[in-house]
């Protein structure tokens, strides 16, 4: 007697769960339901990953601003970090019959079958920000975003130059990105091809801080303890460069003249941070591709031949470029 | 020897004994990678060192698995205290940031008593999802968690919010008679929290819930009442070690603030000895659990330990520290142990054979 109501009575919770979960799935579709106009404007399906950062915040406001002034009429959808939502979306753009359709995909994987959908119905797609591993590239026109490898290079060849006069050992500790993540891959590796250049140049800690400010600051607290002579803190992002200065602080060091620190991402805290002369340099990874996307959605449209791989236009800041670049800095 | 062994039994017996034996054996570990790992040093008045960071991490951990503690004692768990920690660290912080004066005491006051308020609410929720409408826990904690989460990035906006407050700040890295504020906030809400279930009924009555919850109020204790009081001071705790977690970087991380601490504090009461089944809560077991956990992420990056890896070596950890702790374990291994020398002969005699 007892059991069965306990059992209603979770089925019930479940339910409710359930309802929930669609109920927010559903809320993250409501800007596609409409169909696409016929006014001759061209129309650009977009599905966003989500808003789990100020970084993609930023993108999508980007996007959003280009699209308007590009005159080109957005279906914009997020899809609140889940795979399904995205495909569902895309699936949405291909009935409604839109011109373009781009997307930041949640995942590496598992899009072939939409893709050949998409492919199918004539509409071009567009990669923004995050690669798909699919193996028939004719799945998709081109791909806009960062070069990882290349902001890790940059990173490392500043640093190859800052200290081309040192004679003795360059001590430097990493702090990584999400174990795992395309950006900790990369930009590891595009540093450490960089100070490959000079022998002197050395990682003697590399530890994952999780893209955190949390994480950063709890590794860099190790880090100062377990090596007693730290020169460069490279960090793969803001967040985690900014927990790091207080370890740093703590340790009674002066970060940015004891500890030289270099990070990537040039969000708005972090640019503070090096115009206030804390940070030394800082490789930009931006979010503001949507001008660059929308060129691209208009060339594709007019059925012109666009690159198969086109990076975000970057630039990286050193403290006096921080200090002039911060009153127009959007994010 | 046999009296040795009878006189260390109650020793080995108590169920402190392993997880303190891995404690130490990990402590030991870092100090062979490292010699000056257990040196502390007084340094601009407060001391410093590795085993001082594991104590100051591990706070908020502490008081997260302390009302986890008696939320499983009642047969129940909260899996919405990482999405607690972050609504309470997103409200606080964003109260002060849009302070004048964000070092004023009175602003980080009322920041506090907003931000501890809106918790003790979702504990609450959470309370009467359980104990008035019959959800299971799981299930109406599970709710909290997944919406939880989206509230605090709705209050930050899904950004960082960064806050310069002196006196906010010194809940998560100031000190107090050299030592970090934090462990003494946590040890004093781990002393009222003792004082009040074992110096009292109310222990012996949240077990009594945990044991038996029909046969506890057909005995005169107030069941609803109880399991809606433990989840409340589940998410107090919560709050507060939200507090301590976004003050430690000052800033709130809507998306990253307490993610996955509700199993990490899970682990800490189970390792502590609590049985998931309920019935019964050990405190002091899950301070050494919650001080096990943070030493074995300490660990990670003091010995420098390849991050690919580092998730494996924490697995074979937990699994060495749950399995030292079976008591049917154990007595598999001492059994194979004692029944070792016989079954050598016995071979021996096998080999003679096969030639003959």
């Known amino acids: ?331 | 020897m046999s009296t040795v062994k009878a006189r260390l039994a109650p020793v080995t017996g108590h169920r402190l004994f392993w997880p303190l034996v891995m404690l130490v054996v990990l402590l030991v570990a870092n100090t062979v990678y490292r010699p000056s790992f257990l040196s502390v040093e007084l340094k601009n008045g407060h001391l410093y060192g590795s085993l001082i960071d594991i104590v100051r991490l591990s706070a908020p951990l502490i008081l997260v698995a302390l009302g986890m503690s008696l939320v499983i004692a009642t047969g129940g768990i909260d899996l919405s205290v990482g999405s607690v920690v972050a609504v309470s660290g997103a409200v606080a912080c964003l109260y002060i940031s849009e302070q004048p004066d964000q070092n004023s005491l009175g602003g980080v006051f009322t920041a506090l008593a907003l931000a501890f308020g809106i918790a003790l609410l979702l504990g609450a929720w959470n309370g009467v999802l359980v104990a008035v409408i019959g959800i299971q826990p799981i299930i109406a904690t599970l709710i909290l968690m997944v919406a939880g989460r989206g509230l605090a990035q709705l209050i930050t906006s899904g950004q960082i919010i960064t806050i310069n407050s002196e006196p906010y700040k010194t809940i998560g890295v100031g000190h107090l008679l050299t030592l970090p504020f934090a462990i003494i906030i946590a040890l004093v809400v781990t002393v009222i929290v003792a004082v009040l279930t074992r110096r009292t009924a109310l222990g012996m009555i949240i077990e009594s819930v945990g044991g038996n919850a029909e046969a506890s109020r057909l005995a005169g204790v107030r069941s609803r009442r109880i399991t809606l009081l433990v989840y409340v001071v589940s998410a107090a705790c919560a709050a507060i070690a939200g507090f301590m977690m976004t003050a430690n970087v000052s800033s709130a991380d809507g998306n990253a603030a307490g993610l996955w601490v509700e199993l990490d504090a899970i682990l800490a009461v189970v390792i502590g000895g609590t049985s998931l089944a309920g019935g019964r809560f050990f405190l002091s077991g899950t301070i050494v659990g919650a001080l096990i956990i943070q030493t074995l992420t300490t660990s990670v990056y003091a010995m420098n330990i390849d991050p690919q890896t580092a998730l494996l070596f924490k697995a074979v950890v937990v699994i060495a520290v749950c399995l030292i702790q079976a008591p049917a374990f154990r007595a598999r291994f001492r059994r194979r142990k004692s029944l070792a020398p016989p079954p050598a002969p016995t071979a021996e005699k096998q080999k003679e054979q096969v030639p003959a």
């Not at chain 1, 950062?53 to 997020?78: V, Y």
Request: aromatic share 6%.
């Open chain 1, 1 to 331: 007697m007892t059991r069965t109501t306990i059992t209603r009575r979770s089925l019930g919770a479940l339910l409710a769960a359930g309802l929930l979960a669609s109920g927010l799935t559903a809320c993250g579709n409501s800007d596609t339901g409409d169909s696409a106009s016929g006014d001759g404007k061209i129309v650009l399906g977009f599905s966003q990953v989500g808003a789990e950062s100020g970084w993609r915040t930023a993108n999508t406001t980007s996007i959003k601003e280009a699209a308007a002034e590009a005159g080109i009429e957005l279906k914009f959808d997020d899809a609140q970090q889940k795979q399904e939502n995205q495909i569902k979306a895309i699936r949405n753009y291909i009935q409604q019959k839109v011109d373009v359709i781009a997307f930041s995909p949640v995942v590496e994987s598992g899009w072939d079958t939409v893709l050949k959908e998409a492919k199918d119905a004539k509409i071009p797609v567009i990669l923004t920000d995050r690669a798909v591993d699919s193996a028939d590239k004719s799945l998709y026109k081109t791909f806009i975003g960062s070069d990882f490898v290349k902001e890790g290079r940059l990173a490392g060849e500043w640093l190859v130059k800052e200290k081309q006069a040192a004679t003795g050992p360059v001590n430097i500790v990493e702090l990584q990105g999400t174990t795992g993540s395309a950006p900790a891959n990369d930009r590891k590796k595009g540093f450490a091809e960089a100070i490959g250049a000079n022998p002197n140049l050395k990682v003697v800690a590399s530890q994952s801080g999780d893209f955190t400010r949390a994480g950063g600051k709890q590794v860099m607290e190790q880090f100062l303890k377990a090596n007693p002579k730290i020169d460069v803190l490279f960090a793969h992002n803001d967040d985690m460069g900014l927990g790091a200065l207080e370890a740093i602080t703590a340790a009674g060091k002066v970060p940015g003249k004891d500890i030289t620190i270099i990070t990537i991402d040039a969000v708005k805290d972090g640019m503070q941070a090096l115009a206030d002369g804390k940070f030394n340099f800082i490789a930009e990874c931006s979010p503001l591709l949507g001008p660059q996307l929308m060129e691209l959605v208009k060339k594709v449209k007019a059925g012109e031949e666009v690159p198969a791989r086109v990076e975000t236009e970057e630039t990286t800041f050193t403290q006096e470029q921080a200090k002039a670049a911060l009153p127009t800095r959007k994010y």
